[in-house]
């Protein structure tokens, strides 16, 4: 089955500095790259998505590339503040399969 | 914007209790999931369904059990709580159709004293 891995498990950055987090998947049929935030005591909501037939999509401070030879995708966030603060999961899925498959999850925390 | 919805929210109970956690999602998907989560640490996947009257265990074993009678409710049940069922519980649901995303529900906290 497909495998997620996701990099770092912390990461620490300083208001206004970008924060960038990695993750790498098996299944080089996966061709669905949800991004997750989860903000204290919430569940989580859904940031950005990519498809495979894409190599990036940016959304305003945050952006998310693709590079299907490598099997990796990561979400970058430029301008950090302090509510981006929160735990970040990825997750990959492929066509046939009926549910995601999650990372270990990120918990970025932006220092002001 | 998903509307799925969990209840209750916090919940201490005392060992050996039953307890529901009830998870209701007016979207019409047709998959649910409930995940188990300790406080920022990994998801896992309990049970799952694709429809009614169809239930699966998921990756992690879980001594809760799930129905699906209606479309919109997949409530999960602990016949028995113990300490070690103390976690957060995420209700998920996902539309038919391949590369879809799924939508989490706001979690229900279970402290079992």
């Known amino acids: 089955g497909e495998n997620v891995e996701q990099h770092p498990s912390t990461l620490s950055v300083q208001e206004g500095d970008?924060?960038?987090?990695?993750?790498?998947?098996?299944?080089?049929?996966?061709?669905?790259?949800?991004?997750?935030?989860?903000?204290l005591g919430k569940g989580p909501q859904?940031?950005?998505?990519?498809?495979?037939?894409?190599?990036?999509?940016?959304?305003?401070?945050?952006?998310?590339?693709?590079?299907?030879?490598?099997?990796?995708?990561?979400?970058?966030?430029t301008e950090t503040q302090p509510e981006d603060s929160a735990v970040y999961f990825c997750a990959a899925s492929k066509?046939?399969?009926r549910q995601l498959t999650f990372g270990s999850g990120t918990q970025l925390t932006v220092l002001p | 914007e998903a509307d799925i919805?969990?209840?209750?929210?916090?919940l201490v109970i005392g060992t050996g209790k039953k307890i529901t956690l009830e998870c209701s999602q007016t979207m019409g998907h047709d998959k649910m999931y409930w995940y188990q989560q300790d406080p920022g640490m990994e998801?896992?996947?309990?049970?799952?369904?694709?429809?009614?009257?169809?239930?699966?265990?998921?990756?992690?074993?879980?001594e809760s059990t799930?129905?699906?009678?209606r479309t919109e409710h997949f409530p999960l049940t602990l016949e028995s709580a113990r300490p070690?069922?103390?976690?957060?519980?995420l209700c998920a649901s996902r539309p038919t159709g391949t590369g879809n995303t799924i939508y989490f529900g706001e979690g229900s906290w279970l402290t079992v004293v």
């Open chain 2, 84 to 89: 070690s069922h103390t976690s957060q519980y």
């Open chain 2, 66 to 69: 799930v129905s699906r009678i």
């Open chain 2, 43 to 62: 998801l896992h996947l309990i049970h799952y369904s694709y429809g009614v009257n169809s239930t699966e265990k998921g990756d992690l074993s879980s």
């Open chain 1, 95 to 97: 066509p046939s399969a």
């Open chain 1, 46 to 77: 859904l940031i950005i998505d990519i498809r495979s037939n894409v190599g990036e999509k940016k959304d305003q401070r945050i952006a998310v590339t693709l590079n299907k030879t490598a099997k990796h995708f990561s979400l970058h966030i």
């Open chain 1, 18 to 39: 970008s924060a960038v987090i990695k993750c790498t998947y098996s299944d080089s049929a996966s061709n669905y790259f949800p991004w997750y935030k989860q903000e």
């Open chain 2, 5 to 10: 919805y969990q209840t209750p929210r916090y």
